[in-house]
Structure formats: structure tokens, C-alpha cells
């Protein structure tokens, strides 16, 4: 590190803020704007200390024949899916007429993210009494989450403004994926993560990419904290999602939704919370589409957190999301394991802009959540079940109708952490006070792996023991 330290550029040979004609930042908390290249290196505001919007100018300015042309638009990136050029290969960069953010879309950075499948949940919608169930799967990314398609984005950005270090605090997923993007610019990348509480899979990822990565004993807010004051002093592009460009990103998957929905909407959005850029990134990319005329209506969209990280939930039935207390945050889940997001003011004006909910769930009921998706082959990370989870609440609340159509955001890979999935079907996962109530279902979802004698009529007894 000490040799590559030299490597850092000064600032005077980072490249201002070219495409400033075309994109602004706004701060979502006094409304200051700003031009990209004015941005501080912690992306918070000089005046509140609040953080940044993408906004571009040029579309509220425009009325009337001037508006973008929506069938025009829908066709072409309709188009790019069967085009050979890479850039429309991109899931993200295909809709790159709504993320303007580069100067020279040949600097983006991709790994052909995005596209990703929407697949019928067919058994939970049996069960759950609902017509129209969907899993939005972004763990089906190229580094197996939905983080890959907001580092395209801000990752382009930094390697189009010279940087030649990029940076993030992270719970495994936003490593493993700047780690890989990084190493594919070119651009060398430091992680820090929390000792002991990231998942193996997501550390490997770090590793195997080239980040120079440190393991910090503390927690990952403690982790964002150091990084806030590092990237203070170093010229270090900082990745997490307070960086707005990231969620320019994370908003296309809404786009795609609403492609796959043939331009509708569906009625509910279900999202895991934790830092709180994805669901702020979802609800802004509903909100351009619909405000550019491309879609009539936005979805609601819900935020679901667990239990013992829960800082969100705690604000919205506390005082309607006009002030945060961070927690101390405990769970399992632990790409979900943060107690003072950053993004929870946005998250919490797109969830009562949208009449939204916000709840929070069990470790036992996360644990089923994420067996019961599994059991229709659509394996996640525990993260991601917090929306099944979360939607069986909604419904037994009343809050979701039969007739109406849910998208749940799955947001992680199984593979992510083999470990949480092994302990469930071991056994060993959940202490029995979190089972209390729950002991028959979780019995009854549970598939251990058995050692059986190498011989036929062993493997068949085998099978009969499992009948059912
Ligand atoms: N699901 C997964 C799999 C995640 O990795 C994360 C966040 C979330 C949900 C929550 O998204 O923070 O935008 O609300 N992971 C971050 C990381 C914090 O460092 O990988 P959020």
C-alpha cells in the first residue's frame, strides 16, 4: 500500500465536472444545487450536511412536443436488447438516456449488469391467497447482487474523472461488486468491511478482485464513519451509496419492471432496508418515469427491515420519518446489519410519497422466507427474504389485496452465504426462543444433508424417509 500510495492522484489532475450541462446535484435536505465537480468528497452538503440527488435540469424545462418522445424511448431500449454493441449489452447503459451522468458514454464501466430475471413466485402466491407475484431477482448480477448496477454507474464516473483509488465501507455486497468493476477499469479499490460479521462468499469476492482489503473491529457504520474522514483527506472516489451517482444505477431495475409490466406498474413494490439507497434509488426511478409521462402511476413501495436492525421502522411509527435514531444493529441477515443508514431520509419520503409501509420482521421469519423461496428454486440471501417475510405480514394486515400485483426485490445471490443456509437446514441457525410458535414449520421446511451407506437400497430407504 505504502508504494502504491504514490500512485494517488493530486487533485489538480482530477478532471472537473464535465457533463454539468446535462445533470446537477440537489440536496435532498435544503435543496442547495450544486454542479457534479462542486460535489465534497463525503457527498454531503456544505450548507445542511444532508445528501445529493442526480437531477437534470433540461427535463422539467421541457413541455409540450419538446417532452421526450415515451414510444420512441420504449422502442429503442427495447431494441438494444438484441443489439451487439456493448453498451446496450448493459441492463443499466441501456436506458442511458435517462442517466446522462457521463460526458462520454465510452468511459462506462460494464460487466453486462441489469436484465435481470422477473420470475412468477407461483407456490407463495398459492399460498398467500395473491394473483400476480413476482421476485425481481438481483442476485442474478455479475457479481451476484444489485449493487453491480449502481457501481457501473459511479464507477464510470470515477474512472471518466481520473481517480485511480475507489473506495467503500460495505457489508460484503458493495465490495465484492467495486472490487470487480474497479479491476475492470483498471482502478485500484480499498474495502473496509466489519471484522467477522461479513459473509465468506462476499469477502472472497473482495479478495479475489485485488481490493487492498481491511477488516475493522467495529460495526459498518463505524466503518462508513472512518472512510467519511478518509476520503476527507486523501483524493480516494468514494462508492457507498451516499454517492448519488450509484443510485443513477439502482434505478433502472424499476425501469425494467415497468417494461416487463408493458409500461403499467405493478400495485407493490417490496424492498430489504439497510443503508437505504436501494429503495430511495427504486422510488426515484418510478418517480422520473412517471414524471416524464412513460408510465401513469407510481407502485407503493415498502421497506422491510429485520427486527434487531431496525432504525427506519423505529422513525416511521415514532415520528412519521422526521427524525432517526440509530440503533445498535443486531442480525443475522447481515448485509442488512446497519443502524444508522444513510439514506433514510429519502427512503422514508418515497415510502409516504408512495403510501408505502415499513416493517420489520423476525430472524425465524426470515429464515423461512428465505426456504420458502428457495423450495420454487429461487435461492437468495437472507437480506433479500426480508421482503417475503415482510409481505406475509402486509398481507395478514389487510394491506395487500388478492387481485392486486406485487414485485418482491430480491437482492442477493444464494451462494452469498452457504453458511446461513447450511446452519437452517442443520438446525443450528436459530436459538429456540426465536422459534417459539414456528418449531412444525421450520421442521417441516428443513432438508439436512444425510450420510447414508454407499449402496442402493440405503439411498432408497433414504428416499421413502423423505416422502412428502
Ligand atoms: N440486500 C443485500 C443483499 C445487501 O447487500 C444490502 C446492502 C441490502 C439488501 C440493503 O440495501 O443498503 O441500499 O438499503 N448492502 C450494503 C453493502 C450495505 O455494503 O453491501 P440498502
Given at each position: 500500500?505504502?508504494?502504491?500510495?504514490?500512485?494517488?492522484?493530486?487533485?489538480?489532475?482530477?478532471?472537473?465536472?464535465?457533463?454539468?450541462?446535462?445533470?446537477?446535484?440537489?440536496?435532498?435536505?435544503?435543496?442547495?444545487?450544486?454542479?457534479?465537480?462542486?460535489?465534497?468528497?463525503?457527498?454531503?452538503?456544505?450548507?445542511?450536511?444532508?445528501?445529493?440527488?442526480?437531477?437534470?435540469?433540461?427535463?422539467?424545462?421541457?413541455?409540450?412536443?419538446?417532452?421526450?418522445?415515451?414510444?420512441?424511448?420504449?422502442?429503442?431500449?427495447?431494441?438494444?436488447?438484441?443489439?451487439?454493441?456493448?453498451?446496450?449489452?448493459?441492463?443499466?447503459?441501456?436506458?442511458?438516456?435517462?442517466?446522462?451522468?457521463?460526458?462520454?458514454?465510452?468511459?462506462?464501466v460494464?460487466?453486462?449488469?441489469?436484465?435481470?430475471?422477473?420470475?412468477?413466485?407461483?407456490?407463495?402466491?398459492?399460498?398467500?391467497?395473491i394473483?400476480?407475484?413476482?421476485?425481481?431477482?438481483?442476485?442474478?448480477?455479475?457479481?451476484?447482487?444489485?449493487?453491480?448496477?449502481?457501481?457501473?454507474?459511479?464507477?464510470?464516473?470515477?474512472?471518466?474523472?481520473?481517480?485511480?483509488?475507489?473506495a467503500?465501507?460495505?457489508?460484503?455486497?458493495?465490495?465484492?461488486?467495486?472490487?470487480?468493476?474497479?479491476?475492470?477499469?483498471?482502478?485500484?479499490?480499498?474495502?473496509?468491511?466489519?471484522?467477522?460479521?461479513?459473509?465468506?462468499?462476499?469477502?472472497?469476492?473482495?479478495?479475489?478482485?485485488?481490493?487492498?482489503?481491511?477488516?475493522?473491529?467495529?460495526?459498518?457504520?463505524?466503518?462508513?464513519?472512518?472512510?467519511?474522514?478518509?476520503?476527507?483527506?486523501?483524493?480516494?472516489y468514494?462508492?457507498?451509496?451516499?454517492?448519488?451517482?450509484?443510485?443513477?444505477?439502482?434505478?433502472?431495475?424499476?425501469?425494467?419492471?415497468?417494461?416487463?409490466?408493458?409500461w403499467?406498474?405493478?400495485?407493490?413494490l417490496?424492498?430489504?432496508?439497510?443503508?437505504?439507497?436501494?429503495?430511495?434509488a427504486?422510488?426515484?426511478?418510478?418517480?422520473?418515469?412517471?414524471?416524464?409521462?412513460?408510465?401513469?402511476?407510481m407502485?407503493?413501495?415498502?421497506?422491510?427491515?429485520?427486527?434487531?436492525?431496525?432504525?427506519?421502522?423505529r422513525?416511521?411509527?415514532?415520528?412519521?420519518?422526521?427524525?432517526?435514531?440509530?440503533?445498535?444493529?443486531?442480525?443475522?441477515?447481515?448485509?442488512?446489519?446497519?443502524?444508522?443508514p444513510?439514506?433514510?431520509?429519502?427512503?422514508?419520503?418515497?415510502?409516504q410519497?408512495?403510501?408505502g409501509?415499513?416493517?420489520?420482521?423476525?430472524?425465524?421469519?426470515?429464515?423461512?422466507?428465505?426456504?420458502?423461496?428457495?423450495?420454487?428454486?429461487?435461492g437468495?440471501?437472507?437480506?433479500?427474504?426480508v421482503?417475503?417475510a415482510?409481505?406475509?405480514?402486509?398481507?395478514?394486515q389487510?394491506?395487500?389485496?388478492?387481485?392486486?400485483?406485487?414485485?418482491?426485490?430480491?437482492?442477493?445471490?444464494?451462494?452469498?452465504?452457504?453458511d446461513?443456509?447450511?446452519?437452517f437446514?442443520?438446525?443450528?441457525?436459530l436459538k429456540?426462543?426465536?422459534?417459539?410458535g414456528?418449531?412444525?414449520?421450520?421442521?417441516?421446511?428443513?432438508?439436512?444433508?444425510?450420510?447414508v451407506?454407499?449402496?442402493?437400497?440405503?439411498?432408497l430407504?433414504?428416499l421413502?424417509?423423505?416422502?412428502?
Amino acid at each position: 500500500m505504502a508504494a502504491r500510495q504514490q500512485n494517488l492522484p493530486h487533485a489538480d489532475r482530477l478532471k472537473p465536472g464535465m457533463n454539468d450541462n446535462l445533470h446537477q446535484l440537489r440536496c435532498f435536505g435544503c435543496g442547495a444545487r450544486i454542479s457534479g465537480a462542486e460535489a465534497q468528497p463525503d457527498f454531503r452538503c456544505v450548507v445542511c450536511g444532508d445528501l445529493f440527488e442526480v437531477e437534470y435540469p433540461g427535463w422539467s424545462q421541457r413541455q409540450g412536443n419538446d417532452r421526450p418522445n415515451a414510444g420512441a424511448l420504449k422502442w429503442l431500449w427495447r431494441e438494444r436488447r438484441c443489439s451487439s454493441e456493448w453498451l446496450d449489452q448493459s441492463g443499466v447503459w441501456r436506458f442511458r438516456e435517462l442517466l446522462p451522468i457521463l460526458d462520454n458514454f465510452g468511459n462506462a464501466v460494464t460487466l453486462r449488469e441489469g436484465n435481470t430475471p422477473l420470475y412468477p413466485l407461483i407456490r407463495a402466491a398459492k399460498a398467500l391467497g395473491i394473483d400476480q407475484l413476482f421476485a425481481k431477482h438481483q442476485g442474478m448480477n455479475p457479481t451476484g447482487s444489485f449493487k453491480d448496477t449502481g457501481m457501473t454507474a459511479a464507477l464510470s464516473v470515477a474512472k471518466e474523472r481520473g481517480f485511480e483509488w475507489v473506495a467503500c465501507a460495505s457489508t460484503g455486497n458493495t465490495s465484492a461488486a467495486m472490487a470487480a468493476y474497479a479491476a475492470r477499469a483498471g482502478l485500484r479499490s480499498l474495502v473496509l468491511i466489519p471484522d467477522g460479521k461479513i459473509a465468506w462468499g462476499k469477502l472472497s469476492q473482495a479478495m479475489d478482485y485485488g481490493a487492498v482489503t481491511c477488516q475493522l473491529k467495529t460495526d459498518f457504520d463505524g466503518c462508513l464513519d472512518l472512510l467519511t474522514q478518509i476520503v476527507r483527506e486523501s483524493p480516494i472516489y468514494l462508492l457507498n451509496s451516499v454517492n448519488p451517482y450509484r443510485l443513477e444505477g439502482q434505478k433502472t431495475p424499476a425501469f425494467e419492471i415497468a417494461e416487463a409490466f408493458d409500461w403499467s406498474v405493478p400495485d407493490h413494490l417490496i424492498v430489504p432496508g439497510g443503508n437505504l439507497g436501494n429503495s430511495s434509488a427504486l422510488g426515484k426511478g418510478f418517480r422520473e418515469l412517471y414524471e416524464l409521462g412513460l408510465v401513469a402511476r407510481m407502485p407503493r413501495i415498502s421497506v422491510i427491515q429485520a427486527e434487531g436492525a431496525n432504525p427506519l421502522v423505529r422513525s416511521m411509527t415514532q415520528n412519521h420519518g422526521a427524525s432517526l435514531e440509530p440503533v445498535e444493529a443486531h442480525t443475522r441477515a447481515t448485509a442488512i446489519r446497519i443502524g444508522n443508514p444513510a439514506s433514510w431520509r429519502k427512503a422514508a419520503r418515497i415510502i409516504q410519497d408512495t403510501d408505502g409501509w415499513c416493517l420489520d420482521v423476525s430472524e425465524a421469519e426470515i429464515a423461512i422466507a428465505k426456504t420458502e423461496l428457495g423450495s420454487e428454486g429461487l435461492g437468495c440471501e437472507p437480506a433479500s427474504a426480508v421482503t417475503l417475510a415482510g409481505l406475509k405480514k402486509l398481507r395478514a394486515q389487510g394491506h395487500i389485496a388478492s387481485g392486486d400485483s406485487v414485485v418482491l426485490v430480491l437482492t442477493g445471490h444464494t451462494l452469498k452465504d452457504a453458511d446461513y443456509t447450511i446452519d437452517f437446514h442443520r438446525g443450528t441457525l436459530l436459538k429456540d426462543e426465536e422459534k417459539v410458535g414456528l418449531e412444525t414449520e421450520i421442521d417441516g421446511l428443513r432438508r439436512n444433508a444425510v450420510v447414508v451407506d454407499a449402496t442402493p437400497a440405503a439411498v432408497l430407504a433414504t428416499l421413502k424417509g423423505s416422502a412428502g
